[in-house]
C-alpha cells in the first residue's frame, strides 16, 4: 500500500536558519503529493502541493519539489520565523482524492 | 474561502456514553473525511464518503460508525465511548477533481472520554 515517511522531530532552529524536512513516499501511479502545516490548537491547512514529477510547490517561502527518481518530496525554506513553529505534515493521494496517507508529523520550534 | 466546522472544540464525555461528532462544510465538496490523531500516529483515517449515504472504511473503523444524509454534513458516531477513543478528531472534505484535489480540514474536537 501507499505510505510516507517523514523525520522524526521535534526539530528546533534559530530564526533565519535554513529548513529542511524530509519527505519519502512509496506508492503505486503517479500521487499528488502534499505538505500540510498545522499551528497550535488549530486544524490542519494546505501549505503547498504538487501534481506531478519535476513540479515544484511553493507558498510563504516554503519549497517542495516532487521527485519521482528518489521518490522523496523534502520541504524547504531559507530563513525561518518564530511564527513558522508548527507541526508539518507530509501526504501524498490518488489522482480522486479519495486515498489520502499523512506521514506522522514534524514539530518545528523555532526560536527568537 | 472554504469553510469546514466542526461541532465542538472539547468534549468530555464516560465511558459507555453515544457521542455524536459533527461536520459541516460549505463548498458542496463531494468527498468528506474523518480522522483521529494520536501523538507519535499522526493522523489515521476512520472513514470517509463520497457521497450522500455513501461511506468507506477507513484504516481504523473499529468502534466508529457515520453517518451522511446531507451532502454538506458527515457524523461521526462512538456508539459505547471507550478511554482509548480520547484523541482528537479532524473532519475534512474535497471535491473529486481530476488530477487532483485538496483536503479542507476543520478547527478538531479535543475528546476526553473518562
Known amino acids: 500500500g501507499n505510505s510516507v515517511t517523514q523525520m522524526e522531530g521535534p526539530v528546533t532552529l534559530s530564526e533565519e536558519a535554513f529548513l529542511t524536512i524530509n519527505c519519502t513516499y512509496t506508492?503505486?501511479?503517479?500521487?499528488?503529493l502534499f505538505w500540510y502545516v498545522q499551528y497550535p490548537g488549530e486544524g490542519l491547512q494546505l501549505l503547498l502541493k504538487a501534481t506531478k514529477a519535476d513540479d515544484k510547490g511553493s507558498n510563504k517561502g516554503f519549497e517542495a519539489t516532487y521527485r519521482k527518481e528518489t521518490t522523496s518530496f523534502h520541504l524547504e525554506k531559507g530563513s525561518v520565523q518564530v511564527s513558522d513553529s508548527a507541526v508539518y505534515f507530509c501526504a501524498l493521494s490518488d489522482p480522486r482524492g479519495q486515498n489520502f496517507v499523512f506521514g506522522p508529523g514534524t514539530r518545528l520550534s523555532v526560536l527568537p | 474561502d472554504v469553510k469546514v466546522t466542526q461541532s465542538s472544540r472539547y468534549l468530555v464525555k464516560r465511558t459507555g456514553e453515544k457521542v455524536f461528532l459533527e461536520c459541516v462544510q460549505d463548498?458542496?465538496?463531494?468527498?468528506m473525511f474523518w480522522y483521529r490523531q494520536d501523538p507519535g500516529l499522526g493522523l489515521r483515517l476512520i472513514y470517509f464518503s463520497y457521497d450522500v449515504k455513501m461511506k468507506e472504511k477507513g484504516d481504523i473503523p473499529e468502534g466508529y460508525s457515520v453517518s451522511r444524509e446531507k451532502k454538506e454534513r458527515f457524523s461521526l458516531i462512538l456508539e459505547s465511548a471507550s478511554t482509548n477513543q480520547t484523541s482528537m478528531y479532524l473532519c475534512?472534505?474535497?471535491?473529486?477533481?481530476?488530477?487532483?484535489?485538496?483536503?479542507?480540514f476543520g478547527p478538531g474536537t479535543r475528546l476526553t472520554v473518562l
Open positions: 506508492a503505486t501511479g503517479y500521487p499528488s
Open positions: 475534512a472534505s474535497s471535491f473529486v477533481r481530476e488530477p487532483t484535489d485538496t483536503q479542507y
Open positions: 463548498m458542496d465538496h463531494e468527498n
